[in-house]
């Protein structure tokens, strides 16, 4: 079963297929608390169910109720939807209160999509997937009465892309690009606001990242839960193995990739796990030295090697008698996964996975109720619009 950004694009083949027609919705701003962050999408077709959540399952409903009826003009629309409790909301003219007690505004913006009126972003959303690099999308989100730029109008970023658009107004366009070519180095997406004599425009710029991979070192049983898992997450799962009877594609149906490799001559495979994350679980003692030994000499995002501490110390003791330098040593987890407790299958597959994606997000995996900060990271408003602002007023 697809989720994620692959549901959505499957989604939209078989659109293209029957020439049919959708509304997508897009998170672009969120104040307070919210479920989802800016970025998220759903994809609301003409005929049949959505595709994608928007929120934990609040705003949903609603949305694809009245999205077709809201973009009836063809004209992309923002909608705010507050959660907090309605005798709290002071805005009830200005947001559809949902009484939640969440005390937060989602701002979603709403365009609609078909054969002959094909929106960027979705084509920006396939290049990246296809292509494993990343890309930016710059979409206005709030603007002026009578301005040169519409809610929905985009620049997109990407390598794959010959013609990634234009806004009308020329310094704006340039100001938003510069912007932009800024949120594919910093990787992060960001809240922007530019201000001229008439008036002021908000911009999403959006940072797509490619399609997360994870890499499993052993096709035993506990490699199999791992799967499953990671491509709930949408991850790209490639197996790897050196025992035949281990790497039968019929024993991890939902892997992208299983691959039998002999684990004696020369590692060939960083093309594979450099900026990936990468599970080593053989059960071999032999086939962990090489695998662990050959991705020390690379750049993974993530080494998790599975055993105890003693045995781990072992190998790496082996492996510096061959290769003294070890780069990516500090990359490297073990035991691995968070101390959970569970002792199944599957429950360290959970533990594995929750150390991967807390160490993605520069995270410690602790406890929520410990967390003194906010859930989720904010997105920025970056402080430099002011001078971006001064450079658009001078035009």
């Not at 549901?7 to 919705?25: F, H, I, W, Y």
């Not at 003009?73 to 939807?81: D, F, L, M, N």
């Not at 997406?189 to 710029?205: A, K, P, W």
Request: contains cysteine.
């Amino acid at each position: 079963m697809l989720s994620g950004i692959s549901a959505l694009l499957e989604a939209m083949r078989a659109l293209e297929r029957d020439n049919g027609q959708a509304v997508l919705a897009t998170v672009v701003k969120v104040e307070g608390s919210a479920y989802r962050r800016p970025g998220a999408r759903m994809l609301i077709p003409l005929y049949g169910g959505t595709v994608g959540t928007i929120s934990g399952g609040c705003l949903e409903s609603e949305v694809a109720k009245k999205a077709w009826w809201l973009t009836d003009s063809g004209e992309a629309v923002i909608r705010r939807y507050s959660t907090a409790t309605e005798e709290d909301d002071d805005d009830q003219d200005a947001a559809l209160t949902f009484g939640l007690g969440c005390n937060g505004t989602v701002h979603v913006l709403l365009e609609r999509h078909s054969a002959e009126r094909p929106l960027a972003v979705l084509d920006l959303l396939r290049q990246v997937r296809e292509s494993g690099q990343a890309g930016a999308v710059a979409t206005v989100i709030g603007c002026y009465r009578n301005a040169r730029v519409r809610v929905g109008d985009r620049l997109c970023l990407h390598p794959s892309l010959s013609d990634s658009g234009r806004l009308l107004d020329a310094a704006l366009d340039a100001e938003v690009r510069a912007d932009l070519e800024r949120t594919l180095v910093d990787g992060r997406s960001s809240l922007r606001s530019y201000r001229d004599e008439r008036g002021e425009i908000e911009v999403f710029c959006e940072y797509q990242a490619p399609q997360r991979r994870l890499v499993i070192f052993g096709a035993g049983h506990d490699a199999q839960p791992l799967t499953h898992m990671a491509k709930l997450l949408d991850w790209h799962v490639t197996v790897v193995d050196g025992r035949a009877h281990f790497t039968r594609a019929e024993r991890f149906p939902e892997a992208d990739a299983v691959l039998q490799v002999d684990a004696r001559p020369p590692y060939d495979l960083h093309a594979l796990t450099d900026g990936a994350l990468v599970a080593i679980m053989s059960h071999s003692y032999s086939q962990d030295r090489h695998w662990l030994g050959s991705v020390l000499q690379g750049s993974p995002a993530y080494i998790g090697q599975l055993g105890p501490r003693d045995r781990t110390e072992r190998l790496l003791d082996e492996i510096r008698q061959h290769s003294p330098q070890l780069p990516a040593l500090e990359r490297l987890h073990y035991p691995i996964g968070l101390d959970i407790g569970g002792d199944t299958p599957e429950s360290v597959a959970t533990a594995i996975l929750a150390e991967m994606t807390a160490a993605i997000n520069q995270r410690t995996g602790g406890m929520l109720k410990h967390r003194q900060a906010a859930i989720h990271t904010p997105t920025p408003l970056d402080c430099s619009d002011i001078e971006s602002a001064a450079r658009l007023t001078a035009s």
